[in-house]
């Protein structure tokens, strides 16, 4: 019980903050312009469906990737740490950095946009799969399989919500308080990007230690 709730809590927060629906609210108003409330709803519902599936699909199946083409947990914990670190760093700066569309994409994506680019790599990018893989190796017990699986289903439900809601949202907040949000939120992905990072780092370098000792 000691580690089930730091490690409810360290789930809950990656993955909402890598999901990212605060940041992924003003973009998500532009690439639907001029639809109905109805197609956004319809749009918002399919992405946040194809996000949570292909993360679980990740999460599962990520141990037998590594095992395949023999990655170790560590070093995907250095590289995940790196992706993670930039998607922080670059939300500190207050950029959106899942994609960038120009008019003529945007008219491209209009009739699908909630599997590419809303659902990946938006809400489901680099970062959240690199995370959810890193938080299912360190899932030892089934208790802590379902906390991360429970996490995940919780903060898309959320994101549903948020990005429906994101019309008002936008105009309660305003400008300056999404630049805030996504500050704040680009910050603490930093610090869990570091944690990320050493964690892989240190057993290699306890490994070489005592191959150097011996």
Do not use: W
């Amino acid at each position: 019980m000691d580690t089930l709730l730091p490690y409810a809590l360290l789930c809950l927060t990656s993955i909402f903050t890598l999901a990212n629906p605060l940041g992924t609210m003003p973009v998500f108003l532009t690439m639907t312009q001029g639809l109905s409330d109805a197609q956004r709803r319809s749009i918002v519902k399919r992405a946040t469906i194809t996000a949570f599936v292909i993360l679980i699909v990740f999460t599962f199946a990520g141990q037998f990737i590594f095992k395949f083409f023999g990655i170790s947990t560590n070093g995907f914990r250095i590289a995940g740490g790196v992706i993670i670190f930039k998607i922080g760093y670059d939300m500190l700066q207050a950029r959106y950095t899942h994609v960038k569309l120009k008019d003529n994409e945007i008219k491209t994506y209009a009739d699908d946009i909630s599997i590419t680019p809303l659902g990946i790599p938006m809400l489901c990018g680099p970062g959240a799969i690199a995370n959810a893989i890193v938080l299912m190796s360190d899932a030892h017990t089934v208790t802590m399989k379902g906390v991360l699986v429970g996490s995940i289903a919780f903060i898309y439900i959320l994101t549903y919500f948020i990005l429906r809601a994101s019309t008002r949202l936008v105009g309660v907040l305003g400008e300056t308080g999404n630049n805030v949000m996504m500050r704040l939120m680009g910050l603490l992905l930093m610090v869990i990007a570091v944690e990320c990072f050493v964690g892989g780092m240190k057993p290699i370098l306890v490994d070489v230690l005592r191959e150097g000792m011996g």
